[in-house]
């Protein structure tokens, strides 16, 4: 399985966009690249998920670099609410599912 | 949906003693798993399973035993409790298929003393 690198921890200014980065340079041409938050000791949080194409939801855009091997994680507008642990994995289509988060990034929204 | 329900959501429990953490979802999902965090750190696979009657290991097994006889239900056995094992767990499911998230139950917190 394809494992990712983040960093440890990062500060970003309340209203501003947070830009997470995952490098996952390992990554198969069947793998998923997802992204999760955890909130204090809170179950994770699905926020967004893509293949190959740059994906938009409500909470977050994705960007995924054209030989896949690194993404961002884009929350446009932060608020102190994002303030969280951001986990980005790599998923296999239908593959092994043992799959593991490391220690995410740590993301403070500074007011 | 409930989605996934895990119980109890706090335990202590004595060395030695033996307990099962409950987990069951109602989306009928193949996948399930249970994960383990401690203070400060990363979610870490303990077991999981990709359908009834199916399942594996994961990175920290030693001292856990499941089992899956339904879709539903995932249920996590202590067989004798040691305070290494004083963590919060989580148990997830999917559908099994990349293009699907996991959801997550909220959590029980496990004491041993």
């Known amino acids: 399985d394809a494992k990712t690198t983040q960093p440890p921890s990062m500060d970003c200014a309340e209203g501003r966009a947070a830009n997470l980065p995952c490098n996952h340079s390992?990554?198969?041409?069947?793998?998923?690249v997802y992204w999760y938050r955890q909130i204090h000791s809170q179950g994770p949080q699905y926020i967004i998920h893509?293949?190959?194409n740059n994906e938009t939801n409500e909470m977050a855009s994705l960007i995924i670099t054209e030989d896949r091997k690194s993404s961002t994680l884009i929350l446009p507008h932060a608020t102190l609410r994002d303030t969280a642990v951001y986990y980005c994995?790599?998923?296999?289509?239908?593959?092994?599912?043992?799959?593991?988060f490391g220690t995410g990034t740590r993301l403070t929204i500074i007011p | 949906n409930a989605g996934v329900t895990q119980t109890p959501k706090f335990q202590v429990l004595k060395t030695g003693q033996s307990m099962t953490l409950q987990c069951a979802q109602d989306m009928n999902h193949e996948y399930m798993s249970w994960y383990r965090q401690d203070p400060g750190m990363g979610l870490r696979l303990i077991h999981y399973?990709?359908?009834?009657?199916?399942?594996d290991q994961g990175e920290v097994p030693n001292g856990y035993n499941v089992s899956r006889s339904t879709t539903e239900d995932f249920p996590l056995r202590l067989l004798s409790a040691a305070p290494s094992q004083t963590s919060v767990y989580f148990c997830?499911?999917?559908?099994?298929?990349?293009?699907?998230?996991?959801?997550f139950g909220s959590g029980t917190r496990l004491t041993v003393v």
């Open positions: 994995i790599v998923r296999p289509n239908f593959g092994n599912e043992k799959l593991t």
């Open positions: 390992t990554i198969s041409g069947n793998e998923y």
């Open positions: 893509g293949l190959k």
């Open positions: 997830a499911s999917s559908f099994r298929t990349g293009n699907y998230g996991y959801t």
């Open positions: 399973s990709v359908g009834a009657g199916i399942t």
